[in-house]
């Protein structure tokens, strides 16, 4: 009874902690594109991270534009079913989220774009509740978010290896 009892709470435990709930990622053929803003569109760049959400904003700007826009011309759109979030939702006290770029355009319009993620599970360190779609970004404009498949965007904003390019505002 006692082993039993011990698979059970052992199975609710991995049911609870949303382990086996990995995202679905299917490449969409023929999906609807989303045109993306050109050089000339876009009128700053800055990335928000760290427990403060501290601004940074690229040392050569017109540089990190033009990097920023190839690779977004080599993006596939994919199509992502995560884990529903978890419930009671999962509340910081600070920024813990990854590395977030910011497109500012010339309409005013703002575009996000950070990697794809989901939280879950229970612990007290908070990156241990962010799980990563591997090589995807999430891409938002207005309400609405999307998904491409950009492995070296990807790994630019997950890995921090902006930092080089970017100082503090």
């Keep these: 009874?006692?082993?039993?009892?011990?698979?059970?709470?052992?199975?609710?435990?991995?049911?609870?902690?949303?382990?086996?709930?990995?995202?679905?990622?299917?490449?969409?053929?023929?999906?609807?594109?989303?045109?993306?803003?050109?050089?000339?569109?876009?009128?700053?760049?800055?990335?928000?991270?760290?427990?403060?959400?501290?601004?940074?904003?690229?040392?050569?700007?017109?540089?990190?534009?033009?990097?920023?826009?190839?690779?977004l011309t080599k993006t596939q759109p994919v199509s992502i079913q995560l884990p529903p979030p978890p419930n009671p939702p999962i509340i910081t006290n600070a920024n813990?989220?990854?590395a977030k770029l910011v497109l500012q355009l010339s309409s005013k319009q703002q575009i996000l774009i950070s990697p794809a993620y989901y939280m879950s599970g229970h612990s007290q360190e908070p990156k241990a509740l962010y799980h990563f779609v591997s090589g995807v970004i999430s891409y938002q404009i207005k309400n609405k978010t999307l998904y491409f498949k950009e492995k070296d965007l990807y790994n630019w904003l997950k890995n921090n290896q902006w930092k080089d390019e970017f100082s503090t505002n």
């Design 96 to 98: 813990t989220n990854p």
């Design 1 to 71: 009874m006692s082993k039993l009892l011990f698979i059970f709470s052992l199975m609710l435990s991995l049911l609870l902690t949303g382990y086996g709930q990995l995202p679905h990622v299917v490449a969409k053929k023929g999906a609807q594109w989303v045109p993306f803003p050109k050089t000339k569109d876009i009128q700053h760049v800055y990335v928000v991270y760290g427990l403060a959400a501290r601004s940074y904003s690229p040392k050569k700007q017109s540089k990190t534009i033009a990097q920023i826009e190839n690779w």
